[in-house]
Each structure stands twice: as C-alpha cells, then as structure tokens.
C-alpha cells in the first residue's frame, strides 16, 4: 500500500485546512486509516482513525469537536478536515494504514505516507 498526503500549509489560529491521503496499490489489506502528527522535539502522536467499511471513527481528545475524519472509497482516499486550529495543532502530519481496526494503537501501523506540514499562526 502506497500512502500520499497532501493538503498542508500555514493557517492563522481559528482557521479551517482540508488533509487528503490517497491510497493505491493492494488497500484492501489496509482496514484502518488513520492520522498521526510530529511536533518539533516531540513523539508522533494519533489524531483520528477511519474503517474503510462502514466509516467507523476514533478521535484523540484533543482533536473531538474541531476535527473530522471522512473517507471516499471509490477514490481511496482519506479526508482530515480540521477546523477551529490552534497554534498547538502545528506539525508535520502524517497518514497510515493497517490490518485490524487499530485506532490509536500506532506501532500496528504498517504503511505511512510522507508527511504534510501544519503551521497554524498565532
């Protein structure tokens, strides 16, 4: 499974920016969808989750209310729209696929796309 992000850039806070994460290659191997962010000096950390069938979602408490997961299976893609961004939402942000619905559990992850940076401005 080959994983493409894309969709970053520089926000001010109270901003809204669109991820996407398109998939090719065998994706059904891939149930969960999820995406993860790196802050400078700091751990990858999980922001939310997507089965591709049925859609069931899982978001880190920090993203619920501000941020929505939602995939297009006909276009494999995976969609973080994120709005309401606060400077501490800044990173490099990253999406990645495995067997199993994963959730949060990161080191299960098997494929991972190159990042997108986030800046959101203060």
């Known amino acids: 499974v080959q994983l493409q992000a894309f969709g970053g850039g520089l926000v001010q806070t109270g901003g809204s920016l669109r991820l996407s994460c398109a998939a090719s290659g065998r994706t059904f191997s891939s149930e969960t969808m999820g995406w993860f962010r790196q802050a400078p000096g700091k751990e990858r950390e999980f922001v939310a989750a997507i089965r591709w069938s049925g859609g069931t979602t899982y978001y880190a408490d920090s993203v619920k209310g501000r941020f929505t997961i939602s995939r297009d299976n006909a276009k494999k893609t995976v969609y973080l729209q994120m709005n309401s961004l606060k400077p501490e939402d800044t990173g490099v942000y990253y999406c990645?696929?495995?067997?199993?619905?994963?959730?949060?559990?990161?080191?299960?992850?098997?494929?991972w796309g190159q990042g997108t940076q986030v800046t959101v401005s203060s």
């Open positions: 990645a696929g495995g067997s199993g619905w994963l959730r949060m559990r990161i080191h299960e992850y098997e494929y």
